[in-house]
């Protein structure tokens, strides 16, 4: 699949939104994942065989992003052990499910449950 140069100025478009992502990702702990997604889909439009193809990738770029992001977190002393055992292992499985289920749902309706997800993220940390 030759999506990086199917595109004009996509090189430079996805170099800054990688910036922007992993800042953010730094930054918050989280949130590169929703711009990693907006990105391509704006970048890519209907470039991609399956609109799945777009969180797919979004996650492969996820993983390395969010690894550094724990790295440095944890080298700086901003990690609690307390919770975590009790959280990765349904994370992990859960994902897993996610990873499992991506090819047997609908586009649209991941796209519905991403934005739901978002703004309703959203609204509990202005209100909380």
Known sequence: ??????????????LLAGLFAGAVNGLLGAG??????F????????????KNDVFAH?????L??????CI??????????????VFVLPAVLGGAV???LLDKLKAVFLRRLFASLVIIS???LIVR
């Open 1 to 14: 699949m030759k999506l990086y140069t199917s595109v004009k100025g996509a090189p430079i478009k996805l």
């Open 98 to 100: 996610g990873g499992l």
């Open 72 to 85: 440095l977190y944890l080298s700086k002393g901003n990690f609690s052990a307390e919770g975590f055992g």
């Open 39 to 50: 990105a391509l889909t704006k970048i890519y439009k209907e470039k991609m065989s399956e």
């Open 64 to 69: 390395p992003l969010s690894l550094l992001s």
């Open 32 to 37: 590169g994942g929703i711009i990693t997604v």
């Open 58 to 62: 979004a996650l492969c770029v996820m």
């Open 122 to 124: 959203g609204i509990l």
